[in-house]
């Protein structure tokens, strides 16, 4: 079993739907948890960080975090061309390194 | 100017050859890495600096070196390249507690032939 695994998609979505990007992690000792941004030949770009159960908002980002079923999502409201990327997820534990894994990241297409 | 510098950003070279990547930061970040990136492979870790003084190795380290030359540089080297090492590395940093995530820099793409 993978640490951190994400659909590899692509997700396609029409624009101004919502796009719902899902991540699950084995570590249940996991304490923080993170959502990068990686267009296409550039480097990951930190969006949202959430450390508590329950939901993050941001703009028209929004974390939803759920400790006991192991599941970290992003939801993009609104979604436009400009959003379409690989959103990688980010587990981080609570060991005295603080190991991060990434997941291998979900494409997201937005449709005009 | 970027938080992290990486240079540079393209390099071809061939079997064999000793390459170094540079990364430098303006963050004041005491942690800095080195991740590789290949298509569905996602980020692997090959190496971590918690200070000058303090240099770990990750999942990937074989074949590869680094050297924390100051708190802002962070270099890596591969001593005798080989094509499977062909991929995009990015180096990184974060704050001593990592909660804030990680910063990135802009990468380099290494070919070798």
């Known amino acids: 079993q993978k640490e951190v695994e994400q659909n590899s998609g692509p997700l396609s979505v029409p624009e101004g739907a919502i796009a719902s990007l899902n991540c699950t992690y084995s570590?249940?000792?996991?304490?923080?948890f993170f959502w990068y941004r990686q267009y296409s030949g550039k480097s990951p770009e930190l969006i949202m960080s959430?450390?508590?159960?329950g939901d993050k908002e941001d703009g028209r980002f929004t974390a939803q975090l759920n400790k006991a079923s192991q599941y970290v999502s992003l939801l993009i409201r609104d979604s436009q061309p400009s959003d379409s990327a690989t959103y990688l997820c980010?587990?981080?534990?609570?060991?005295?390194?603080?190991?991060?894994?990434f997941g291998t990241g979900t494409k997201l297409q937005v449709i005009p | 100017d970027a938080d992290v510098t990486q240079t540079p950003r393209n390099r071809i070279t061939k079997t064999g050859k000793r390459i170094m990547l540079e990364c430098s930061q303006t963050?004041?970040?005491?942690?800095m890495y080195w991740y590789r990136q290949d298509p569905g492979l996602g980020l692997r870790l090959i190496y971590y600096?918690?200070?000058?003084?303090?240099?770990n190795k990750g999942e990937i380290s074989d074949g590869y070196s680094v050297s924390r030359q100051a708190q802002a540089k962070f270099s890596l080297s591969l001593e005798s390249a080989i094509p499977n090492q062909t991929a995009l590395y990015f180096c990184?940093?974060?704050?001593?507690?990592?909660?804030?995530?990680?910063?990135f820099g802009s990468g380099t793409r290494l070919t070798v032939v």
């Open positions: 570590d249940r000792v996991s304490q923080s």
């Open positions: 980010a587990v981080m534990n609570s060991g005295g390194y603080q190991k991060v894994t």
């Open positions: 990184a940093t974060s704050t001593r507690t990592g909660t804030n995530g990680y910063t």
């Open positions: 600096s918690f200070d000058v003084k303090d240099i």
């Open positions: 963050k004041g970040h005491d942690r």
């Open positions: 959430i450390y508590s159960n």
